[in-house]
Each structure stands twice: as C-alpha cells, then as structure tokens.
C-alpha cells in the first residue's frame, strides 16, 4: 500500500510564501522514517531538519511541493477560496499527482478536522482513494511527520532565496516580531511589497491607516 503524507509550513506570516508538501511512501518504509529520526518537524533544530532532508527524499516513493506565493494567497479571494479553501485546492493536486492508496493530512479545520477531508475530496480528480484528516497529525503519523520536514526546510530555503534577492533583514516574517513589523511598514508599498501578504490584517490596517488620513486631509 503506498501512503502519502500531507503538511504545510508558513501558512501564517506576513512575509514569504506557503509551502505544502507530499511525500508517498510504501507501508513497508514506515519503520525507516521512525529509525532516522523523523518527527514533526517543530520538535526538530533547522540543522536536523536539514540533515533529514535529503535521507527521507531518498526513502520516498514520490514527493511533491507546492509553493504559494504571497500574490496567489491574496488572489484566493477573487476566485471564492478562503485559506483552507487554498489549502485543499493544493493537496488535492499532490494527491492526483502521487496517487496513492491512503493520505494523511494535517487538518487546520477546528474543531471537526475530518471537514478539511471533505474539502479536499471536492477537488480531486482521483475519487477513489482514503484520506483521513486530523489535527496532530505530523505528530501521529511518520509520513506526515516527513511532509512536515519537507514543507518547513523548502518553505526556510525559500525564505533565505528572498533575504539574498532584497538583501534586508526581515526578521521571521510573523508580526509578532519588532523586525518584521518595522520592515513591512517600510516597505510594503514599494517594489518590495512583492514579497508581503497584502490580504493579511496588518497590511489592511496599514491601508485603512493611509485612507483615513487622505480622508483628512481632503477635508482640510
């Protein structure tokens, strides 16, 4: 039976892409992914990560990852897709692309987790195969745990991609942090701007901001 795991990585931040990644295994692979180490990625340093990379590559019977652009997440909205809506958009398409017989999925729904099962399945092209979607389930499930680590290290190398094309520093990319704060205030109406998540709620308080004070001023 061939098994296919499903997580993303950097659904949240304002800066950089979304990264959600598959990785297909035959069952009998499984006590492998446990032998080396694999886990939710979380629970694992960026050099273990790294390391990991390559050795659960090369145990996979296919592997796919997809990465969603700060443009193609604002967009989602104009062609009716909220960010689970986006999200299962790209599972589906790593399912038909590997076809396997079984998928695990990290579901983002809450609390019911088997509904993001049901949104994926509305979009497949390949009806017939078992997923199952729960939450934890890079924690419960070691082909998971490996979409996991592929996601994050792919979304990271993507993310260092952009510090070298800008070369600025901007943080994590999540507002809770000083850096990226300072950095999207500054740049998110210039050519930079490419880079951050104008569907994001900061980005719109920023726009609301300068719409409010060009209200003021017009009436001055």
């Known amino acids: 039976m061939k098994i296919l795991g499903i997580d993303e990585a950097r659904r949240g931040p304002v800066i950089g892409p979304m990264v959600i990644a598959g990785t297909l295994f035959d069952e009998s692979k499984l006590p492998e992914l446990k032998k080396i180490g ?23 019977d296919g592997h796919k990852e997809i990465i969603v652009t700060p443009e193609e997440m604002d967009a989602r909205s104009s062609v009716g897709l909220n960010i689970n809506l986006l999200e299962a958009q790209k599972a589906a398409e790593i399912i038909d692309a590997l076809k396997p017989d079984l998928v695990y999925v990290d579901s983002p729904t809450s609390p019911k987790a088997e509904k993001f099962a049901e949104l994926i399945r509305a979009k497949l092209k390949l009806k017939e195969v078992d997923i199952h979607a729960e939450h934890k389930c890079d924690v419960n499930h070691p082909e998971c745990s490996a979409a996991s680590i592929i996601a994050k290290v792919t979304g990271d190398r993507e993310v260092e991609k952009i510090r070298k094309e800008i070369g600025l520093e901007f943080g994590s990319g999540y507002m809770a942090d000083e850096v990226t704060q300072k950095f999207v205030r500054e740049h998110w109406e210039n050519k930079l701007s490419k880079y951050i998540r104008h569907s994001w709620a900061p980005i719109k308080q920023l726009k609301s901001k300068k719409f409010q004070k060009f209200l003021e001023e017009f009436k001055e």
């Open 38 to 60: 694999v886990k939710d990625s979380k629970l694992l340093t960026p050099k273990q990560r790294e390391e990991m990379f390559d050795k659960i590559l090369k145990l996979a």
